[in-house]
Structures are given as C-alpha cells and as structure tokens.
C-alpha cells in the first residue's frame, strides 16, 4: 500500500538555526498537510497545501514557518530561525481527490528537537 | 470554532473484552467527517475507522465500530475482542472543507491499555 514517507526520522537543531523537514506524500494525492504534536499533548494543524499555495493555515504557521513542494514529489517545512517550543513531533498528511471524504493519511513523522 | 473532546484521558480493557472510548464534538458546519486515528508508542498516525456525517448509519471495520450520534454531537469508538496490539492512544478528529484544503481537528485522545 502506498504510504507518505517523512524524513529525516529524528532532526536535533540549535535554537535559532533553519530546519527543513521533508515529506514524500502518496503519488497521486493533491492535498497535503502539516501537523504538530508536543510531547503529551493533541495534534495540532499547522498548514494545508493545494494547487502550489496555501489553503489555510494556523495561528501557529508564523512567518517563520513556510512550506514548498519543490518538484512533483516533495513537500517541504521550512522553520527560519527554531525556538525551543519548536520541538515537537511533525507529521505530514495527503489525501487524493477523490471525494472529501478520503482520509488524510499520515506519515511516521519527523521528531525535532531543539537545544 | 471546532471543538472536539475525548473525556476519559485514560481506558483500560482486558484482553478478548470490550471496550468503548467516548468523543464528543461542536461544530457549526452541515457538512464534516468524523475520524478515530490511533497512535502507537512508535508514534504513527494510523486510520481506524471514518464515519461521514451525512450517514445514518454507523461505520464498522472489522473489530472497530462506531456509535455516531449526531444531534447529541456524540462519535464513541467500540473495540470488540480487543487484543494486545490495540494499546495506543486513540484520537477522535473532525474534518471540514475549508477552501480547498480542510483541516483535520483532534482531540486530545485516550490512552488505551490492555491486560492480558
């Protein structure tokens, strides 16, 4: 079954560095996902992603926070300049055309750790 | 705003038992999907089952079925014979379209814990 693939699996950063976080999302899916879980708490939506530009984002996607799908298979977190609550498990998602209601499908996600 | 809620932090069942995690949730849309996603102690985020709200009747995957009530705002997961691979914390979510994208909104999930 195809999968959304994420990497690196684990990313340690120094506060105040860039960070890019890489997902692979199924081949045929239009919509892609960022989400954002601290350790102990909910997922949170970050931003979604379709046609090349931004469908909606989070209070939490600052301007520090930028997506990018590169080519026809990447799609790309982008963190400026990393603060210590930055760290967090990110999760991407997609999910295909085919009626709203597919599910998103997740992948393992990325652990960030800043120091 | 969506809100959705999972009351019980924590649930434990005994192996082959049943066991029912509860969510309820708000929104003001006509049109949304209801999803229980459970997450391992690897911490992946995998699909159990999805409920559309338009449906009457309730979803069922295998072990898993749903309880969808939706003038109480109500979307319980039951686990039958529940063995030990369904430890995990469990996450109910809702799903509207907004623009093009749609978001999903979580809970803040149910730690499962079976014995043996």
């Known amino acids: 079954e195809p999968e959304v693939t994420q990497t690196p699996s684990h990313q340690v950063t120094q506060m105040g560095q860039e960070v890019i976080l890489r997902c692979v999302p199924i081949?045929?899916?239009?919509?892609f996902y960022w989400y954002r879980q601290i350790l102990g708490q909910k997922v949170e939506f970050l931003v979604s992603?379709?046609?090349?530009?931004?469908?909606?984002k989070s209070e939490i996607f600052d301007d520090q926070f930028s997506v990018e799908r590169p080519d026809g298979s990447n799609f790309t977190l982008k963190i400026r300049s990393t603060k210590l609550e930055d760290s967090a498990m990110y999760f991407c998602?997609?999910?295909?055309?085919?009626?709203?209601?597919?599910?998103?499908?997740f992948g393992d996600g990325t652990r960030l750790s800043i120091l | 705003a969506q809100t959705v809620t999972q009351s019980q932090p924590e649930m434990s069942v005994q192996e082959a038992e049943t066991v029912t995690l509860s969510c309820t949730y708000d929104?003001?849309?006509?049109?949304?999907?209801l999803f229980w996603y459970k997450q391992p102690p690897s911490r992946q985020m995998i699909l159990v089952i999805r409920?559309?709200?338009?449906?009457?009747q309730n979803a069922t995957e295998n072990r898993f079925s749903v309880n969808f009530q939706k003038a109480a705002k109500s979307f319980s997961l039951k686990i039958s014979d529940s063995q030990l691979g369904d430890a995990a914390m469990y996450f109910c979510?809702?799903?509207?379209?907004?623009?093009?994208?749609?978001?999903?909104?979580f809970g803040q999930g149910t730690e499962l814990s079976v014995k043996p």
């Open positions: 929104t003001s849309e006509s049109d949304y999907y």
């Open positions: 992603f379709y046609n090349n530009e931004i469908s909606e």
């Open positions: 979510a809702t799903y509207t379209i907004y623009n093009q994208g749609g978001k999903l909104i």
């Open positions: 081949s045929n899916h239009l919509y």
């Open positions: 409920q559309e709200a338009y449906k009457q």
């Open positions: 998602a997609s999910r295909g055309a085919q009626g709203r209601s597919q599910p998103q499908h």
